[in-house]
């Protein structure tokens, strides 16, 4: 056996949370958890590792790609790490808390791993933190989960906030309104779109037709802020079920602006990207400084064997969040000889954070504090803070 290992190297996407970041993340995923709590959403706690059919069954396929697989030594079944916990939470809605009144609101909050990390996460290991609202089909429910959303990043510091509105739909029902066979070319479609690439999209003329190719046209110069993108999309000219999906859209902006007028809304209608089990509107939030999205979420499918129920949720990276806050500041912390317990004793009700020094003799020197990571030595007589 090789004895050339290094003891404190991980896998490509995995690492250590180190003190006092890990203390740090922790306390803004309860911030994040009691914002939920105050909205009426009640926590859950899904296993890391579920059956493999159960864990990619239903919508929880699009996760495929991304989802480790081992095999459980007692079942000999496969079994699946998640790599999302919406799924998982759509599954306890429908079977364990199938009875319950709809809609039904919960939150969670869990690691979830992945095969690859991509671009702008390269981790393949991080915080998962979401809600799901499950039973409604109404438009205040994507309208509730925007808001809620918004309120909890706001109330632990995120500022310059907005949210960016999607119908990844879009495009195949633009399709089908115009019966298009779209079964190769979307793909092609959903990936110009995602570039940006308008020469691409024009060069598509003569296997979709000119006027699909001008409504696409359209929609990608649509993108932007809604009250210059959404009057452009009400006019791209379909009858069918795109038109609807887009008066779906207004009406949850109607319903957003109406609570938060000054939210800063934009659309980028045809986007799909990490939006492939969603059926209706979809959202990104985003925040200035911060490259890419810090939570997205959206209306899906959610169901369990028989059950199908209208759901929509948001899940929030926590990774991506913290780096749109402060730094944490040092926790006042105090070194104190283990041989004055009275002492120690009192701090600790006082609310200090203490710290015992093992050796039977007053703390006269600061390098040892330093040493213990503490702000703050008790000498036998006063509290003295030390130069950090």
Partial sequence: ???????????????????????????????????????????????????????????????????????????????????????????????????????????????????????????????????????????????????????????????????????????????????????????????????????????????????????????????????TALPILKNIGSNGWAKKQIENLETVVTLLRKRAPNLKITIDPAESRGFEYHTGITFSFFSSGINGEIGRGGRYQAYNSEVTEDATGVSLFIDSIIQALPKPKRQKKILVSSSDSSKINNLRKEGWIVVEYFDDVSIKSEKNTIQSGCTHYWDGQNIIAVNI
Avoid: W
């Avoid at 996407?13 to 914002?35: F, V």
């Avoid at 495929?64 to 007692?74: G, L, N």
């Avoid at 109404?138 to 509730?144: K, M, N, P, V, Y």
């Fill in 1 to 227: 056996m090789s004895t050339n290992f290094q003891g404190g190297l991980l896998p490509i996407g995995l690492s250590d949370l180190l003190p006092p970041d890990a203390e740090y993340e922790t306390h803004i995923t309860e911030a994040l958890m009691n914002s939920f709590a105050s909205y009426g959403y009640d926590r859950v706690k899904p296993p890391l590792i579920e059956f493999e059919e159960v864990l990619l069954g239903g919508s929880g396929e699009a996760t495929e790609k991304q989802t480790f697989r081992i095999m459980d030594p007692v079942s000999q079944r496969m079994l699946g790490v998640r790599a999302d916990m919406t799924m998982q939470i759509a599954r306890i809605a429908s079977t364990r808390l199938g009875d319950i009144k709809r809609p039904i609101r919960l939150s969670y909050a869990g690691q979830v791993l992945r095969v690859k990390g991509s671009d702008l996460r390269p981790k393949r290991q991080f915080a998962q933190i979401g809600a799901e609202l499950i039973g409604s089909n109404s438009f205040r429910a994507d309208a509730e989960i925007v808001l809620m959303t918004i309120d909890a990043l706001e109330n632990i510091g995120i500022s310059d906030l907005s949210v960016d509105l999607c119908v990844p739909k879009l495009l195949s029902l633009i399709c089908l309104d115009l019966k298009i066979d779209s079964s190769f070319e979307l793909d092609n479609l959903k990936t110009f779109f995602n570039q940006k690439n308008l020469p691409a999209i024009e060069g598509l003329k003569k296997k979709l037709g000119s006027e699909a190719v001008e409504i696409f046209k359209l929609i990608l110069n649509s993108s932007g802020s809604i009250e």
